[in-house]
């Protein structure tokens, strides 16, 4: 099992760009989160979802927009990029009901606006 | 979810435990106390957690007070590859609240 992948792992982008990142988990889990970390900072929710199909705002969900069409597929998107958008993101994955112990995470995305 | 208060940092010599302590005074009877952490900007890894018994598994062990208001990751012999920055999270055990982090304790295991 991969665990929980995301593309890509580094990008730059200029000012007012589009993208797309992607999280995909072989695990069947059912909740998704996308988190971002300024350095120094922790983790800070920007958005998640507990099932296909659903999503909710997180901590910092402002400038971001995200998807669930598929179970194992989470996209975070990032309409017209600003320079405060330039961290580091993870997705992670945990099962739902009683054996939600443990999430997993990605290795992260390093994004750039420039 | 209750607030938690770590260290900013701590030093600990190789081989020896490292007791990383976390207050959360105003914690729920509902909430559980989980440890993640984070080495060198990877993804967080997923430690231990407890609700009021104490645990241990092949990692570390988890101390939680009588009162719950406060508990110690115990780290039993430490290596250099534990430095790391160390979150405790407190959260009510339903798939419906994510892991909300704060600002950890980053522990560096010294040779």
């Known amino acids: 099992n991969a665990g929980v992948t995301q593309t890509p792992k580094f990008r730059v982008l200029k000012t007012g760009q589009s993208m797309t990142l992607l999280c995909a988990q072989d695990m069947n889990h059912e909740y998704m989160y996308w988190y971002r970390q300024d350095p120094g900072m922790g983790l800070r929710l920007i958005h998640y979802?507990?099932?296909?199909?659903?999503?909710a705002k997180g901590e910092v969900p402002d400038g971001y927009n995200v998807s669930r069409l598929k179970k194992q597929n989470f996209l975070l998107g990032l309409e017209s990029a600003a320079p405060s958008q330039t961290s580091v993101y993870f997705c992670a994955s945990t099962n739902g009901g009683h054996s939600n112990t443990e999430a997993f995470f990605g290795q992260g995305t390093r994004l750039t606006v420039v | 979810d209750a607030k938690t208060t770590q260290p900013p940092s701590m030093d600990c010599a190789e081989g020896r435990a490292a007791n990383l302590p976390c207050n959360h005074s105003t914690i729920s009877g509902n909430e559980y106390v989980y440890w993640y952490r984070q080495i060198h900007s990877q993804g967080p890894q997923y430690i231990i957690h407890?609700?009021?018994n104490n645990e241990t598994n092949e990692m570390a062990s988890l101390i939680i007070t009588e009162d719950r208001k406060s508990s110690t990751l115990i780290l039993p012999h430490a290596t250099l590859r534990d430095t790391a920055v160390y979150y405790c999270i407190v959260r009510a055990y339903s798939g419906n609240t994510p892991l909300v982090f704060g600002k950890g304790t980053r522990l560096s295991v010294i040779a």
């Open positions: 407890g609700l009021k």
């Open positions: 979802s507990v099932g296909e199909g659903t999503t």
